[in-house]
């Protein structure tokens, strides 16, 4: 075999190597989320109304689970008196799909400025935590919202079946099995959220940053492994030719 042919060979076994590193790179998978409009029916105490908004659910993980935050782009229901602030406390549901089942309680702060009356009420962002049961890709859907204010409570029910609002890759404890039971999730008046695992051992950290860094690990594996393989070659050749 001539030297310009085994310089061809070592080259394309490196560009081979290279290639299935980027491939492996690229695998990597990432959450998916879209701004959905919910039409929201809602029983007030005078009354039935109805508004859609925009709904964005976004989440962050958080020690063994994800913190959810869920955001409305318009205001919803409506107050025949002006809300002072501090009068309204809002909260919703998350509803969890996919691999895992059950819900996610969200919540958030009173409302910081007064809403006047016979005004859309602007919900503020509302948080929960929600930890895994299940392995698989899980989906987040708007639920019901509940308005409490001046001693009422308005609950606002979607009627158009929307779809998702966000999409993730999660693993269980142990790698998938557990029972049926729903995500656990849940927020104080301020946000923070309050439940947890319901055992003592620690999740494994399986949001997109932490598979992303895994399968680039191995890809660099993959890409020094070519490397070396090129180095004994060319060294070998070497040796045979003297």
């Known amino acids: 075999m ?7 060979r070592t ?29 929201y029916q809602c029983k007030t105490p005078i009354g039935d109304k109805s508004a ?25 229901s409506s107050s025949p008196v002006e809300l002072g602030k501090g009068a ?9 799909g996919g691999a895992d089942s059950g819900t996610v309680t969200v919540s958030g702060p009173a409302n910081a400025a007064a809403i006047p ?25 708007a639920g019901v919202l509940t308005i409490k204010a001046l001693g009422t409570t308005t609950t606002c029910t979607p009627s158009n079946s929307p779809g998702p609002s966000l999409t993730l890759d999660v693993t269980a ?9 729903s995500g656990s999730g849940g927020g104080s008046g301020s946000g923070e959220p309050q439940s947890g695992p319901e055992s003592g051992a ?35 050749h070497q040796a045979a030719r003297r």
Not at 3 to 8: A, E, I, L
Not at 13 to 38: K, R, W
Not at 52 to 76: A, C, F
Not at 88 to 96: G, L, R, Y
């Open 88 to 96: 309204m406390s809002p909260s919703a549901v998350i509803k969890v």
């Open 11 to 39: 080259a394309a076994f490196a560009f081979a190597a290279a290639l299935a590193g980027s491939a492996v790179l690229t695998a990597a998978p990432a959450a998916h989320a879209d701004v959905v409009d919910v039409n």
């Open 2 to 8: 001539s030297y310009r042919t085994y310089q061809k």
């Open 52 to 76: 859609v908004s925009p709904i964005d659910i976004r989440s962050e993980k958080s020690g063994s689970g994800y913190r959810l935050t869920m955001s409305w782009q318009k205001g919803v």
């Open 202 to 236: 620690e999740l494994p950290r399986t949001g997109p940053e932490d598979s992303a860094i895994a399968l680039g690990t191995l890809g660099g594996t993959v890409l020094l492994t070519g490397a070396a393989g090129v180095l004994w070659l060319t060294r070998r």
């Open 117 to 141: 009356a016979n005004t859309p009420i602007k919900i503020s962002d509302l948080s929960g935590t929600y930890t895994p049961k299940k392995t698989g890709s899980v989906t987040f859907t």
């Open 173 to 181: 404890a142990g790698g998938g099995g557990g029972s049926n039971g």
